[in-house]
């Protein structure tokens, strides 16, 4: 209920407050291009609900991420993460933060595919032995096509206090522009392994098949809801994601 009336009384806040172009969000796990606007803040509320087995009502869990975005200059973005996880054995619990840079090349259409660079520093509650700092990195594609938008991230990831390889994953998405402010997409996500175990589809790796819709309630809120559906033994049965982008 207490989310329910945060989100009704930022809907409100922004109804009240004039129209701008807004910077807008169109995926739920690929990273886009855009960046916010110089001087301009966003904060980003992340839900899931991961069903880990869909048959048993006690598998699953709660993911929330607050994330705080500042434009820098405009191409460069920075932001703060906060993230806190359920589950019945742990109740609400802090989970990690992390902070994240992204960087447009050019300005979008200048380039034949538009491209940015991401990295990310993560730093998860617990002991370190357990519970590594992390680096992630994503090299960002997308372009274009009249109504249609292609998407691509390549991402890799290496844990900072164990002797570990670098892991690799994927996105992949497409949305159509159905009206200026909803689109609809379909994304996939797969991770590949390490150096040593790397492939595609292997059944051990996760791999997730995500419809989306993406709408802007009012120019300064957007809106973006799905499923993910897990196509691996090793993949959670189902993940309900929403995100509620606010633009100040």
Not at 52 to 66: G, L, P
Not at 72 to 89: C, F, G, M, P
Not at 145 to 160: R, T
């Amino acid at each position: 209920m207490r989310g329910g009336m945060v989100l009704v009384g930022l809907w409100l806040w922004c109804a009240a407050t004039p129209a701008a172009q807004a910077h807008l969000r169109d995926y739920l796990v690929n990273q886009d291009y855009y960046t916010a606007k110089q001087g301009e803040f966003e904060v980003e509320l992340w839900t899931d609900l991961n069903l880990v087995d869909a048959d048993r009502d006690d598998s699953y869990t709660f993911r929330e991420q607050v994330e705080l975005e500042y434009g820098l200059t405009s191409h460069l973005q920075l932001a703060y993460y906060e993230v806190y996880t359920w589950n019945r054995a742990k109740d609400w619990e802090r989970d990690q933060f992390k902070i994240e840079a992204k960087y447009r090349l050019a300005e979008a259409g200048q380039w034949p595919v538009d491209v940015a660079l991401y990295t990310e520093y993560k730093n998860p509650d617990g002991p370190r032995n357990a519970r590594s700092d992390a680096f992630e990195n994503k090299l960002i594609l997308t372009k274009d096509l009249g109504p249609w938008n292609l998407v691509a991230n390549l991402i890799s990831e290496k844990d900072i206090n164990t002797h570990s390889d670098w892991e690799f994953e994927y996105t992949a998405g497409i949305s159509y522009g159905m009206t200026p402010r909803t689109r609809l997409g379909l994304e996939l996500k797969e991770s590949l392994g390490d150096a040593d175990e790397f492939g595609i589809r292997r059944k051990d790796h996760q791999l997730y098949l995500v419809p989306g819709l993406y709408s802007s309630l009012t120019p300064h809120l957007r809106l973006l809801v799905g499923p993910a559906f897990g196509l691996t033994r090793a993949s959670d049965d189902v993940q309900l994601k929403s995100l509620v982008e606010v633009e100040f």
